[in-house]
């Protein structure tokens, strides 16, 4: 690959899945050939942002949408939203978020490095539940009413962290939070597929939810959505923008930004340096779309056909493949190595060291596993990552 020769950076085969670490996943040419469009002309960036919040909108079932640079942006912007409204002296403020709604309840089990970005706004996290794991009473973790206790009059927003096995329901935690009028913020970056849950968030009382566009959707590695009431994502636009206009001269898009609910034009706000550019916001609306039409069991067939080439290349040796029967799932190899001859650990690290370079996932080391997540793969890789897998334990 040229530009990557030129630049001296070597390649990898990426068999972990769209991690940032590993600069996200392949996109298909369809998207690639979008972005170049978009370099290729200026547009009114709002009017970009307006086409994207139509689309986002009758994807997800949310009032309206944006595109920042990533899940985290779009989780800083809505945090943004949710302490601002559309006040642009407050906008200007953060993140000193003196005499404003500074507090964000979360449940503590839920609490991640992501959540930096809701921190970076000026907001302080309030946790709530004790995940009881070592008392051996039970781990009941957070319950409903211990967010709704926890919301005071300072409270800007419920931080929920969308996941199979996240504790309470969404339900009853948007039910709770919009009981004492607090929005509830939905980091779902990672939550597809099912595809069904581009619009599961929204239809359960997030206010605003946020998806990762260089993961599952395979748009561009910097993009993200942000989906939601369209009062807020308009309060996140206003601050993600940048806003180097004349009051009289400005004429946003209405759908997107109503300008008759402003007192005036804000500053470049706290979420300037999560920019996005015609180029991002065109792939992400290009791969989302060919996302919802390819559907879950053709992506899943596809990354399963992928898997069952691994797998074949490893017959008789300790292997297993997980959600091969679930759509809803990716697909996986999982590697139970030897460990007398060679441990997970150096499994993965003499992949990485070899040529071609190949990144396994080793989040299950300390149980001696190794994973193949078959999303980043390009074709033909899959075999080369058996193979190259099999070589390392057989000749061990
Ligand atoms: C990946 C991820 C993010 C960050 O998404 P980006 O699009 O890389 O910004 C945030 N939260 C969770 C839970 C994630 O898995």
Not at 50 to 57: E, K, T, V
Not at 340 to 363: E, F, K, M, N, Y
Request: proline share 5%; glycine share 10%.
């Amino acid at each position: 690959m040229t530009v990557y020769r030129e630049l001296g950076v070597r390649t990898l085969i990426n068999a972990k899945g769209p991690a940032t670490r590993l600069s996200g996943g392949i996109m298909r040419p369809e998207v690639a050939t979008a972005m170049t469009e978009a370099s290729q002309a200026c547009v009114d960036i709002a009017d970009l942002q307006a086409a994207a919040s139509r689309i986002i909108a009758e994807a997800t079932g949310a009032e309206a949408g944006y595109v920042a640079s990533g899940a985290s942006a779009c989780l800083l912007i809505g945090a943004a939203a949710c302490i601002t409204g559309l006040d642009p002296g407050r906008m200007a403020r953060l993140p000193d978020t003196s005499g404003m709604k500074n507090e964000c309840v979360m449940v503590r089990s839920q609490r991640n490095f992501y959540d930096h970005a809701i921190r970076a706004t000026g907001l302080a996290i309030v946790e709530v539940g004790l995940p009881d794991r070592y008392a051996g009473a039970g781990v009941r973790d957070a319950e409903a009413w211990e967010i709704e206790d926890a919301i005071t009059e300072r409270t800007a927003a419920v931080f929920y962290v969308a996941d199979q096995q996240a504790r309470p329901p969404l339900n009853e935690v948007a039910r709770a939070a919009h009981a004492r009028g607090v929005p509830v913020i939905v980091d779902a970056a990672a939550q597809l597929p099912p595809q069904g849950n581009l619009r599961r968030f929204i239809a359960e009382g997030a206010d605003l939810v946020a998806f990762s566009g260089g993961k599952a959707i395979g748009g561009p590695q910097a993009s993200g959505i942000l989906a939601g009431r369209r009062d807020l994502v308009m309060a996140a636009a206003l601050q993600h923008l940048d806003l180097d206009v004349f009051w009289d001269m400005w004429d946003p898009p209405a759908t997107l930004i109503d300008k008759r609910r402003l007192k005036g034009a804000p500053q470049h706000g706290i979420g300037r340096s999560c920019k996005a550019g015609k180029e991002e916001i065109a792939g992400l609306l290009t791969a989302l779309r060919l996302f919802i039409a390819e559907g879950d069991a053709a992506r899943h067939a596809r990354w399963l056909a992928d898997c069952e080439t691994v797998a074949a290349a490893l017959q008789g040796l300790s292997v297993t493949l997980t959600g091969g029967d679930d759509i809803a799932a990716v697909p996986c190899v999982v590697i139970q190595p030897d460990p007398a001859r060679l441990s997970a650990r150096d499994l993965c690290l003499r992949l990485q060291t070899g040529d071609p370079a190949i990144v396994l996932d080793p989040a299950g080391r300390d149980q001696g596993l190794v994973t193949v997540n078959p999303m980043c793969l390009r074709p033909g890789e899959a075999r080369t990552v058996g193979d190259a897998i099999r070589r390392a334990l057989v000749e061990s």
